[in-house]
């Protein structure tokens, strides 16, 4: 296999796909903490994917399908995760005490396709959680969807040209942050809102999740602005770093969060799975009764 040579921090043959971590030289122990990076990623996300199997029993099924969907979410993920670390290791080998390319590249232009999928799957669960009529869940579905697929695929176009053209990544990635900035003012007074219509637990942890959604998401246009401004090894982990990190953040900790939520509104309405031991005295079996609506099989379930 042919390898090329070059020193560390200066740029390679631009990258046909976009991924400017091609065009890079690491040393072995930057290109040894993005695999780490990468693989501390997949575990979150196949604990997340235990944790929502089994939560998901506890969740009233009116509320299930939000748990459903982390489950696609925690999939989709962990697979990305497996395949850019596999990506990773192929695409540098190493030579002279440095990691240079092989004739493999990294593709870190998965993450957009991955994001292309569970953005909007992230966006629509949450409204699982709060209490608004159908016709605003429907207005609120248009707007957060085509919201975050326009902030993907304009950070995507942006991305193809980073390194080589910073007036094109710059101005892509402006673009981008329009869409976000939407979704920010959308949300957030909608999630710290929420707090006046549901139950106390329940109404703070929505609150936890407005900040969990401000900060893990508004760390994805830093991680891309760190490469526009500067393209050395350093700012590259640094942004693999950051991704990496709003992806755990936004997916798995937003992920149990609204687990949290939907369990403790199925409490409420009186679905006995979803009580806590604490609820009731040891031994005891809560009595609680099927919330108004409740379908036959929730009305077993509260019986059971």
């Given at each position: 296999m042919?390898?090329v040579?070059f ?48 939560a ?15 489950l ?50 992230l966006?629509?669960q ?10 605003r ?13 326009a902030?993907?695929?304009?950070g995507?176009?942006g ?31 909608l ?6 219509t549901?139950?106390?637990e329940?109404?703070?942890t929505?609150g936890h999740?407005a900040?969990?959604?401000l900060?893990?998401?508004?760390l ?9 401004v500067?393209?050395?090894a350093?700012?590259?982990v640094?942004?693999q770093?950051?991704f ?15 687990a ?23 031994g ?10 409740a379908r036959?099989d ?7």
């Amino acid at each position: 296999m042919n390898h090329v040579r070059f020193t560390a921090d200066t740029l390679a043959t631009p990258d046909p796909g976009g991924t400017v971590e091609n065009e890079l030289v690491f040393s072995t122990t930057q290109h040894a903490l993005v695999g780490h990076l990468f693989a501390v990623a997949l575990g979150a996300h196949v604990v997340g994917l235990v944790y929502f199997l089994f939560a998901r029993e506890r969740i009233a099924p009116r509320y299930r399908m939000a748990t459903v969907l982390s489950l696609a979410v925690m999939a989709a993920s962990g697979l990305l995760f497996l395949r850019l670390g596999l990506s990773w290791d192929a695409a540098f080998v190493e030579q002279g005490g440095q990691m240079v390319r092989t004739e493999d590249r990294f593709d870190g232009g998965l993450r957009y396709v991955n994001w292309l999928v569970t953005v909007p799957v992230l966006l629509v669960q949450v409204l699982f959680a709060l209490d608004l009529t159908r016709a605003r869940v429907l207005r609120l579905r248009t707007l957060l969807v085509a919201s975050g697929l326009a902030m993907v695929v304009t950070g995507y176009v942006g991305q193809l040209r980073l390194g080589q053209d910073t007036a094109w990544a710059l101005g892509w990635g402006t673009v981008s942050s329009v869409p976000f900035v939407v979704l920010l003012v959308v949300l957030v007074p909608l999630l710290r809102g929420a707090r006046a219509t549901l139950p106390l637990e329940a109404g703070r942890t929505t609150g936890h999740l407005a900040w969990v959604f401000l900060f893990f998401w508004g760390l994805y246009p830093i991680a891309y602005l760190v490469l526009v401004v500067s393209l050395t090894a350093q700012t590259a982990v640094l942004s693999q770093g950051l991704f990496t990190l709003a992806d755990i953040g936004s997916k798995v900790l937003y992920g149990v969060l609204l687990a949290k939520v939907l369990r403790l509104r199925s409490a409420a309405d009186g679905y006995a799975p979803a009580r806590e031991p604490a609820d009731g005295a040891v031994g005891e079996r809560p009595e609680v009764q099927a919330y108004p609506g409740a379908r036959p099989d929730e009305q077993e379930a509260v019986r059971a």
